[in-house]
């Protein structure tokens, strides 16, 4: 048996799976509850397992990684000490990004349609980006005979406003954080409550919030329900900010077999995405407008996609 983990600043997901990679039963833990990815494991009682993969929130470098929303450090070396079966660890985008690979034509939403591949598709590097938690980037490129994920951590390079609303939200934001602002201060469930703090000092409001214990949650369902205007125009700039680093990547990336959109956040959030804005922003890269408008972008609606890639990449130790 495989075992498949999605090791999250939030919520640990565990899966044991059959040698194809196919789950056969999952556990999730709130991840602050526990002292350790070891601890979580401990509890999930997987039994014997001959391999193991876990995609995991932060850079994996020379096997280990210091967790970078929570105070854990995962290291190949202990777990594979630990569960006597050949480990590896993957950066959690490198891991959503090779899950994108397994998805059913059920699990996806297009937005754009791309054009038809000059040499079909598993030839064409494609941009994965990731809003959730943190703000996740890969990009997944074939070797002529596979893919592989190429892990990063753009989410934490410099947010670049290109409106005269983000340069203020950019001002806004150095006030509240100091000098770096990254793409995920904004691309994040916590990036949703802060647009909508902007949004409210914007408009000139001093009402009282209700209190509610989830407030980014509470925020995006007002504004989806248009019940709020400043939670409104606060999910309006979460997408436009969204298209504009999707497009970005693209960029960097060359991706001519299209933009991914994954994460927790999107899939919530598509009726904002649907909307002709969204593919405005993400195309509107100059020269090159008519080279995005040639891309297929879509969302990944399948939750855990992580966990799918981490389940693949652990039945190829096989």
Known sequence: MILAGDIGGTKTTLALCDDTGAIQREATE???DHASLEAVIAKFAPGEVTAACFGVAGPVVDGAAKITNLPWVIAQSSLEKKLH????LLNDLQATALGMLVLP?????????GAPPEHGPD??????????TGLGEALLFHDGRTYHALPSEGGHADFAPTTDEEIELLRFLRGRYGEHISNERVLSGNGIGDLYDFCRMEAGSDGAEPLVTDRNAAISKAGLAKTDPCAVRALELFAAILAGEAGNHALRG??????VIGGGI???LLPVLESS???DRLTAKGRFHSWMRGLSVRVALEPRAALLGAAHQASLLL
């Open 277 to 279: 804005a969204f593919l």
């Open 85 to 88: 079966a050949k480990v590896t």
């Open 254 to 259: 060359l991706a001519l077999g299209g933009i």
């Open 266 to 268: 999107p899939p919530k």
């Open 123 to 132: 030839c064409r590097t494609i941009a994965v980006i990731a809003p959730g």
């Open 30 to 32: 709130a991840s602050n």
């Open 105 to 113: 034509d059920s699990a996806w939403k297009t937005l754009q349609v």
